[in-house]
């Protein structure tokens, strides 16, 4: 099946800085890609669709200038989590579909384990 | 707007006992069901799925099927392994003309089953 690869699995960072996760489609392309939410013990809320050569769209409440997501690939989507802060720990996953094929299965990257410190 | 609604966790059961985990959803027209899972420190995979109404959809011995009637989708195993000790998220992708992914998630399910 399709593969989605999250990179990196886990990172601590310190609080101030910012922090890049990386998401590729490995043996398919995406026009469109999600990133997802996960909150200790809850759902994944869906932060953004990610768009191929475009801007982002952004789900209501998710600040644009904090979780700055570029798309610049038809296999790599990457989120910047910027001047992150204890409240932005979190796991954080993508999904994408492969491209030309409407609605289809999504396919999940493993997710990356955020810790601010 | 659309919605997930599933039972709280966690569920505990015995090897080999019956398993259901139940799913209700709220949503216009027909929506596509998935039922994904997460095993510890990894993201989420593609456990069944059904597309329209009496569908079911099985894998690796769990199945679901689609009843609009009641908006259920509940995931239902006859018995159960140590192995299958997760989170299930029961999910939803609205039928949009032209395409679209976005999903709704429940809260997710965690099972823990014990020797």
């Known amino acids: 099946g399709a593969v989605v690869s999250q990179h990196p699995s886990w990172v601590i960072c310190k609080s101030g800085t910012s922090v890049k996760i990386e998401c590729r489609s490995l043996?398919?392309?995406?026009?469109?890609m999600f990133w997802y939410r996960q909150f200790p013990k809850q759902s994944l809320m869906l932060m953004a669709t990610?768009?191929?050569?475009?801007?982002?769209?952004?789900e209501q409440g998710v600040e644009k200038d904090k979780f700055l997501i570029n798309h610049a690939s038809l296999t790599l989507s990457t989120l910047t989590v910027t001047s992150a802060h204890p409240e932005d720990s979190s796991f954080y996953i993508c999904?994408?579909?492969?491209?030309?094929?409407?609605?289809?299965?999504?396919?999940f990257g493993q997710g990356t384990r955020l810790t601010v410190v | 707007g659309d919605s997930v609604t599933q039972m709280e966790g966690p569920v505990t059961l015995s090897e080999e006992a019956f398993l259901t985990i139940n799913c209700t959803y709220t949503?216009?027209?027909?929506?596509?069901l998935f039922w994904y899972v997460q095993y510890p420190g990894e993201g989420l995979q593609l456990l069944l799925k059904a597309t329209k109404a009496d569908d079911k959809g099985s894998n690796k011995g769990f199945e679901a099927t689609y009843r609009k009637e009641t908006t259920s989708f509940h995931l239902e195993k006859g018995s159960v392994q140590v192995s299958d000790s997760a989170v299930y998220f029961c999910?939803?992708?609205?039928?949009?003309?032209?395409?679209?992914?976005?999903?709704?998630f429940g809260t997710g399910t965690q099972l823990k089953v014990e020797l």
């Open positions: 999904s994408a579909n492969p491209a030309g094929t409407g609605n289809t299965e999504a396919f």
């Open positions: 999910a939803l992708r609205p039928f949009v003309t032209g395409g679209g992914n976005k999903l709704t």
């Open positions: 990610s768009n191929e050569g475009s801007k982002a769209t952004y």
């Open positions: 043996d398919f392309q995406a026009t469109t």
């Open positions: 949503a216009t027209g027909y929506p596509s």
